[in-house]
């Protein structure tokens, strides 16, 4: 697709998550109408920290989203702990971002920088017409050859380019006919948050005040991964144990636990992380899949794109929201 044309385009994005409102902002900023169709009555995030580095970082600036007002944690280190006692085994300064790649690397709660994109895809004047959002608009069928997609509600929207942006589990991505293999990871996870004041009465403060990405284990499947957001107020934390372990299958990211399941899950952990899961909040479950990598295709003729920033966390093996939103448009 041009970046620019001189008749602006009817675009529709289906999606209203991180990708739906990156794509749906960029396209406003080359001068399109874009409307994005939300299957929930909200357009709302949930999760942890997300963190997006220069790559990313530099298309925010670029769409004049307004970084600051997310609250990002400026990362400045990596650090790696002993898996049974937390002694810090290495610490990797990851020098000046801005200076080398012209961004900070900035760590966000999602739901901090998903509350700017949604102001500057629809609120705040700017470059470009603002989007329409459409709530309770679940997309069920799309015609991509004539660009017609049709709702659960039973409207109907037609557009001249179509942006697929429904998620892992995007039905758009079925419709035309891209049907990636998933296949159960031998990796589960938690994510859990906890707020600065309570680390601080922990006597964990360390936790906030490193500007740092930390790691326990990670050269196994047991990994836990920390990291501040939201101006050092939130502490979130990721944590990655053998499937085998209690064999979830269940679908989806909001499977609730509890302190006492993320505790009994890692019993031989470092005291003092073990001191902060068991004093964690909004915690949270999942298995995690492969999916087999399926590559951007653009259909020029169909009108429909499909964005591929969806990302599944197994392990190691990630494909990021920011990156894939370079790589996208
Ligand atoms: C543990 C973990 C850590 C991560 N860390 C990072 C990180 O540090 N940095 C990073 O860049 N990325 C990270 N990611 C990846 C990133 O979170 C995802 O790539 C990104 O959130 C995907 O955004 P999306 O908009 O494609 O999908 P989603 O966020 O799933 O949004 C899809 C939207 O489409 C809507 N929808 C679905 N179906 C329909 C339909 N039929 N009709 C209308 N609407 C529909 C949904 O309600 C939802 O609002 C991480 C992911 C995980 C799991």
């Given at each position: 697709m041009p970046s620019r044309t001189d008749t602006p385009l009817n675009v529709a994005v289906i999606g209203a998550?991180?990708?739906?409102?990156?794509?749906?902002?960029?396209?406003?900023?080359?001068?399109?109408?874009?409307?994005?169709?939300?299957?929930?009555?909200?357009?709302?995030?949930v999760g942890a920290s997300l963190s997006a580095a220069p790559n990313g970082s530099k298309f925010l600036e670029r769409w004049?989203?307004?970084?600051?007002?997310?609250?990002?944690?400026?990362?400045?280190?990596?650090?790696?702990?002993?898996?049974?006692?937390?002694?810090?085994?290495n610490e990797f300064g990851l020098g000046d971002y801005k200076a080398k790649f012209g961004t900070d690397y900035n760590n966000f709660h999602r739901i901090d920088i998903h509350k700017q994109l949604l102001k500057s895809a629809f609120e705040e004047p700017g470059e470009g017409p603002k989007c329409i959002l459409e709530i309770n608009h679940k997309a069920i069928e799309i015609d991509a050859e004539a660009g017609v997609i049709r709702f659960e509600n039973g409207q109907k929207a037609t557009a001249d380019l179509i942006v697929a942006a429904d998620g892992i589990r995007s039905l758009t991505r079925e419709q035309m006919g891209i049907t990636p293999q998933f296949e159960m990871s031998t990796s589960c996870c938690y994510r859990c948050i906890i707020g600065a004041d309570k680390l601080r009465a922990l006597?964990?403060?360390?936790?906030?005040?490193?500007?740092?990405?930390?790691?326990?284990?990670?050269?196994?499947?047991?990994?836990?991964?920390?990291?501040?957001?939201?101006?050092?107020?939130?502490?979130?934390?990721?944590?990655?144990?053998?499937?085998?372990?209690?064999?979830?299958?269940?679908?989806?990211?909001?499977?609730?636990?509890?302190?006492?399941?993320?505790?009994?899950?890692?019993?031989?952990?470092?005291?003092?992380?073990?001191?902060?899961?068991?004093?964690?909040e909004d915690i949270k479950m999942w298995r995690c899949k492969y999916i087999q990598s399926v590559s951007l295709r653009v259909e020029r003729e169909l009108r429909t794109q499909y964005t591929a920033i969806n990302h599944i966390h197994t392990g190691l093996k990630a494909r990021y929201a920011f990156s894939a939103t370079q790589r996208t448009l």
């Open positions: 998550g991180l990708g739906g409102l990156a794509a749906a902002i960029a396209l406003r900023r080359q001068q399109h109408h874009v409307t994005v169709y939300e299957r929930h009555d909200f357009a709302g995030e004049g989203v307004d970084i600051a007002a997310a609250k990002p944690v400026i990362l400045k280190n990596l650090i790696m702990h002993e898996w049974k006692d937390g002694k810090v085994l006597g964990l403060e360390d936790y906030i005040n490193n500007q740092a990405i930390e790691y326990w284990g990670g050269f196994g499947i047991n990994k836990i991964v920390m990291s501040p957001c939201s101006d050092g107020d939130v502490v979130s934390c990721y944590c990655f144990y053998p499937s085998e372990y209690n064999n979830l299958r269940d679908d989806g990211w909001n499977i609730s636990s509890s302190p006492q399941q993320l505790l009994a899950t890692f019993p031989d952990l470092d005291p003092r992380m073990r001191t902060l899961m068991a004093n964690a």
